[in-house]
């Protein structure tokens, strides 16, 4: 059995050196949702990319030793970011004011769920963020709504919706404040 203390968490925001180690973990995620163009390694690819340029970008990944285990990360985004602007209803009034997170990707091999290396993961990368509230999407019909109903557990809270890509899922936009002392 795994132990999830032995798990190790590498935080950098230099793209280049975890390049293939993101794409790898996302095509063994994925590989049920590859054949879909909108899961596809390339388009993946082409938002890694695009969101490793963004300001304030960095990953934070698991280790099992060498093995590449899961990872999260994200990047900062300003009030006027199109982030804010594809939601389909009104924010709460100064969401989109306060400095922000956007929680872009968070996945975890299947072997290591069920650990809480998940929560780890992502409590690592908030951890020394300076914005005041992080932001996320989600398929609500991930998991028959289990991963939306765990991000609720870790203490966000719905405020809108959007599909950020014309052939991807509507996914249900959420927040909560950096440092949330949510359950564990």
Known sequence: MMVATAVELRR????DAVWTILIEVYAEVRADKLHLPHYSVERFGERLARHASEPGWEVVIAFDGDEPV????GNAIEPDDRWWQRMT???PAGCADKP???LKEI???A????LGIARRIHDALLAARPEEQVT???NPLAGNGKVKALYESWGYTEISSQQPSPDGPVL???VRPTRATAPR
């Open 70 to 73: 899961g990872y999260a990360y």
């Open 89 to 91: 209803t009104p924010l």
């Open 12 to 15: 950098t925001s230099e793209i």
């Open 107 to 109: 996945m975890l091999r």
């Open 172 to 174: 249900t936009a959420m």
């Open 136 to 138: 996320l999407l989600v």
């Open 100 to 102: 922000t997170m956007a």
């Open 111 to 114: 072997p290591w769920r069920g």
